[in-house]
């Protein structure tokens, strides 16, 4: 069947972020401007070039999630099964009244079960390979948040992963939207990661993009002449996709708004001469959406916090809505950059600026003129949204970029 | 000889600390004779038992082993099995 013309609504959010446990205290948090960003606490960063990260507190897997799960869970896995519940508890369904092939589980990974990984490999190296658990063959795996979400709630539908690092939170998303418009009635789709371990440090320091800053207010500044690197984070978030009518027949308990439109693209190999492809993303995402750059209210944007980086999305934003004519905004300031995980959050967060009428700030950043962006600083700022993109660029040049839009 | 017996207390620990415990079970019920299945415990949790077992008592299990023993107690005995005395009188 062509369902290109079924509209994706979004009836569902579950958010698990540095700065806020849950949606609604993630976005209270954001909507202040309360940073997650922190030293880390979860290994003694002493050795590292970089030592500031987004770390969610206060977690206790034990707490949400069965005795059985536990061992065969990375930290990342137990955060995504938890955020999930609360996906679905927010969209006020039980997955276990659904036909189980009906319902789909799609996410985006970056690196995998780290943590758990780490701890494998530690015992392998220093007891040997009888040492090693069973359940590293999927504990580490990208894929096992879909295949966990898909156990723990008898969900065999259209299901897999996407790993195409930061974009692939939005590569999700669109994927998942595409499975729906193919007959499949609910998709738990975004993402959630989490690498704070050394293993996965060392691994995130390869990218030479991390902020070695250790001033928490200071470390994280995109679009800011002071921009050096990002902080990384952990967690993301998972939303609740179903097709737009049917979640009105069901009597959904809210309409966050729709998954308008969608587009990706590729950079073209270092040193051509060819642009980079974020504009394009974003001008196939519009007219995926058949949306106008003057219906877009506001921008979340990708905020590599790199300076060649940050001009390229500004001078991407400022050629498709006009210089400064856009108001764009940075929440992941507040807990650093969450690879899969920051595009559902900031998906998250877009629906919950139009639900509520505002602008979540961007904290502790300056911005260049020379970006000649409208960058929403410091407060939030009063606006009706009733359409947003959100951009998300990933290592090795992915680009991808959703509008969202209010379904009312 | 051995180190020590296999019992059903070392099972219900290391099943504990290998592959977690299902919210519905009683562990420290009657369990001897209850099937690993209804327990909770699959295939993969029974192969990180294994492991677990093997490590802790010095033992090899077969492939088999695992597979034919349904119960803790069918489990215990083949363990048992393996760990003999090397000392006599």
Not at chain 1, 88 to 108: C, H, K, N, S, Y
Not at chain 1, 317 to 335: D, L, S
């Amino acid at each position: 069947m062509n369902g290109s013309g079924v509209r994706v609504a979004v009836t569902g959010l579950g958010v698990v972020a540095p700065n806020g446990l849950g949606a609604e205290a993630y976005w209270t948090a954001t909507r202040k401007g309360t940073s997650g960003i922190g030293r880390i606490s979860r290994f003694v960063p002493d050795g590292y070039p970089a030592q500031l990260a987004g770390e969610i507190e206060g977690f206790a897997a034990a707490e949400y999630l069965p005795g059985r799960l536990l061992p065969q869970t990375d930290r990342m896995t137990q955060l995504a099964l938890v955020a999930a519940d609360w996906a679905f508890e927010d969209a006020a369904v039980r997955p276990g009244e659904l036909p189980e092939f009906e319902m789909g589980v799609i996410t985006a990974s970056s690196s995998g079960g780290f943590e758990f990984g780490q701890r494998e490999l530690q015992a392998l190296w220093s007891q040997g390979s009888r040492y090693v658990s069973a359940y590293q063959s999927f504990a580490w795996f990208y894929a096992v948040n879909s295949g966990q979400i898909s156990i723990r709630n008898g969900m065999r539908g259209p299901s897999g992963v996407v790993v195409s690092d930061q974009a692939g939170g939005l590569d999700a998303v669109a994927q998942a939207r595409r499975q729906i418009r193919k007959g499949t009635r609910l998709v738990m789709s975004g993402a959630v990661d989490a690498s704070i371990c050394p293993w996965g440090w060392v691994a995130q320091m390869a990218s030479n993009r991390l902020s070695t800053r250790t001033d928490p207010e200071r470390a994280y500044l995109p679009f800011d002449a002071a921009a050096n690197g990002h902080v990384a984070g952990e967690g993301g978030a998972l939303l609740v996709l179903e097709e737009l009518e049917q979640a009105r027949a069901r009597g959904a308990k809210q309409i966050y708004g729709e998954i308008a439109g969608y587009g990706s693209t590729l950079d073209p190999r270092p040193g051509s001469e060819r642009p980079a492809g974020l504009r394009k993303a974003i001008e196939l995402a519009l007219a995926d959406a058949g949306a106008t750059p003057g219906e877009i209210d506001v921008v979340f944007a990708d905020a590599a916090a790199i300076p060649e980086l940050d001009r390229i999305e500004a001078a991407a934003i400022n050629e498709v809505f006009g210089a400064g004519a856009v108001p764009v905004t940075a929440p992941k300031t507040m807990t650093g950059r969450l690879y899969s995980g920051a595009a559902p959050l900031d998906l998250a967060a877009a629906f919950l600026a139009m639900r509520d009428g505002v602008i979540p700030p961007s904290i502790g950043v300056t911005p260049s003129p020379e970006h000649g962006l409208d960058l929403v600083v410091d407060q939030e700022r009063t606006a009706t949204v009733r359409s947003a993109l959100v951009i998300a660029r990933g290592h090795g040049g992915f680009n991808s970029a959703i509008v969202v839009r209010s379904a009312a | 000889m051995a180190s020590h017996e296999f019992t059903i207390d070392d099972l219900k620990r290391i099943l504990r600390e290998g592959a977690g415990a299902d919210e519905g079970v009683d562990l420290d019920g009657d369990i001897i004779d209850t099937d690993f299945e209804s327990l909770g415990y699959e295939s993969l949790a029974m192969l990180e038992t294994g492991g677990r077992i093997e490590r802790e008592f010095g033992v090899t299990l077969d492939d088999d082993t695992l597979t034919d023993a349904k119960t803790p107690r069918a489990l215990i005995e083949s363990v048992n099995a393996l760990l003999v005395p090397t000392e006599i009188g």
